[in-house]
């Protein structure tokens, strides 16, 4: 229960779904918890309810001085950040290409995409001083293949330009002993999800060869192993958790 001590994760998009588990899991490991998140009550409760280990901060992740105050303020609490989890993110409009406005396209990719930039490039530092890193992008398998019959472009695109945001840190930080890997999920148990398909995903299970949606924790449990030490030798990969969606 020890797999991430001594470790200082700052983790975005923590009020419901994965980042709200991931949280509960990385203080689980004994990880210092900066928690993020634009609604401050859940986060907030949250953060409460696990103690002294998580702290929360109000964070508007396409906002490049938010993520400077918070990664200030994170150090201040906790000392240098050696994790980061790239976890917030929103589903955007099902529409036709066509119909799409733009600007809610770019509101998806400022949250989806943007944000992955602007939180490596305001916690690459910490973990320069800290001598080590792991950093885990958040995508989707909408990152790997795009959708049939649920037409949502700018998510898809956002997704697949975490994949290109992910290896090109991986490649630069490499010889810094930092590590960027990208977590693509599947259908799993969230609010995004239920919202995305008919309520409690009925209509997506046909579509997944396990015949089940996944358990938030069960994606936790690779971004832990990707946060510790125990993936010392892994950088710059793609890490699907789709119960076999993308293999047909």
């Given amino acids: 229960m020890n797999r991430l001590a001594g470790k200082v994760a700052l983790i975005t998009g923590t009020a419901r779904g994965m980042g709200s588990t991931h949280a509960r899991g990385f203080v689980a490991e004994g990880a210092k918890v900066i928690m993020t998140d634009v609604n401050p009550g859940p986060a907030a409760a949250l953060a409460a309810e696990l103690g002294p280990d998580a702290l929360f901060l109000e964070h508007d992740v396409a ?4 993520w400077q105050r918070v990664v200030t303020t994170g150090e ?15 589903l955007g409009p099902t529409v036709q290409l066509v119909d799409l406005r733009e600007t809610d396209y770019m509101k998806v990719c400022a949250i989806n995409q943007h944000s992955v930039f602007l939180g490596m490039q305001a916690t690459i530092p910490s973990m320069l001083r800290a001598g080590k890193g792991s950093i885990v992008n958040i995508s989707s398998i909408s990152g790997m ?14 997704k697949f330009a975490v994949r290109g945001l992910t290896k090109a840190a991986a490649m630069e930080y490499a010889r810094n002993n930092i590590r960027v890997n ?15 398909t008919d309520e409690k995903g009925g209509d997506a299970m046909s579509l997944i060869p396990l015949g089940r949606i996944a358990d938030p924790q069960e994606v936790t449990n690779l971004v832990v192993f990707l946060a510790s030490d125990e993936s010392s030798y892994i950088t710059g990969a793609e890490h699907v958790i789709d119960a076999g969606m993308t293999t047909h």
């Fill in 76 to 90: 201040a609490q906790f000392g240098p950040i050696n994790i980061l989890v790239n976890n917030a993110g929103v």
């Fill in 145 to 158: 293949v795009a959708n049939y019959g649920a037409p949502n472009v700018a998510y898809v695109a956002s």
């Fill in 182 to 196: 990208s977590v693509h999920p599947g259908f799993i148990m969230t609010p995004m999800m239920v919202e995305a």
């Fill in 63 to 66: 906002n490049q001085a938010d």
